[in-house]
T-cell receptor, first 116, second 115 residues
């Protein structure tokens, strides 16, 4: 079974600054995906970024980038130029790459507040 | 294209009552699943289905039943609600392709309170 750990329950950052959210995971799988999801107060789950474990290059989506350390089983999210709209709960998640199903294993989440 | 829809958005039940949370998708996705979200617990998988007529248990299946008679619908049934089932429930769907990435699409959630 896989586990995903987000040890920081809350973080705060000043608008326009950079913040890094941490995530570690444990798995015996070699082929998998890692995700960061954003959940704003509207409750909608929004996919922020995806990383394939077989790719060494870290994924980037505009202001969002990850630091994927496969050997250390670490997957952190960096948000650059933080904006007020980034205020949300963020979940790290894991999915096996093999098989017909798409089960996601989530971490407990971290609440990010962006201060004006 | 409505995506994944869930009804109702909010529901209050008394202990022992039964109800069905509805989930529908119009993307012809084979895979559908139910998660519950509790404070400090993240999202946990309740049940999932890889196609019509096929369902399986997730991490926290006790107290919930599912069936999948059509590709579009995947209802979640609470036969006898308990206060421990107070939670926010999310339905999600995706294509089911072996070994390839299929983005999961989430519904807007149902907030359920059991008194």
């Amino acid at each position: 079974a896989q586990t995903v750990t987000q040890s920081q329950p809350e973080m705060s950052v000043q608008e326009a600054e950079t913040v890094t959210l941490s995530c570690t995971y444990d798995t015996s799988e070699n082929n998998y995906y890692l995700f960061w999801y954003k959940q704003p107060p509207s409750r909608q789950m929004i996919l922020v970024i995806r990383q394939e474990a077989y790719k060494q290059q870290n994924a980037t989506e505009n202001r969002f980038s990850v630091n994927f350390q496969k050997a250390a089983k670490s997957f952190s999210l960096k948000i650059s130029d933080s904006q007020l709209g980034d205020t949300a709960m963020y979940f790290c998640a894991f999915m096996k790459r093999t098989g017909a199903n798409s089960k996601l294993t989530f971490g407990k989440g971290i609440t990010l507040s962006v201060r004006p | 294209n409505a995506g994944v829809t869930q009804t109702p958005k909010f529901q209050v039940l008394k202990t022992g009552q039964s109800m069905t949370l509805q989930c529908a998708q119009d993307m012809n996705h084979e895979y559908m699943s139910w998660y519950r979200q509790d404070p400090g617990m993240g999202l946990r998988l309740i049940h999932y289905s890889v196609g019509a007529g096929i369902t399986d248990q997730g991490e926290v299946p006790n107290g919930y039943n599912v069936s999948r008679s059509t590709t579009e619908d995947f209802p979640l049934r609470l036969l006898s609600a308990a206060p421990s089932q107070t939670s926010v429930y999310f339905c999600a769907s995706s294509y089911a392709g072996g070994g390839s990435y299929n983005e999961q699409f989430f519904g807007p959630g149902t907030r359920l309170t059991v008194l």
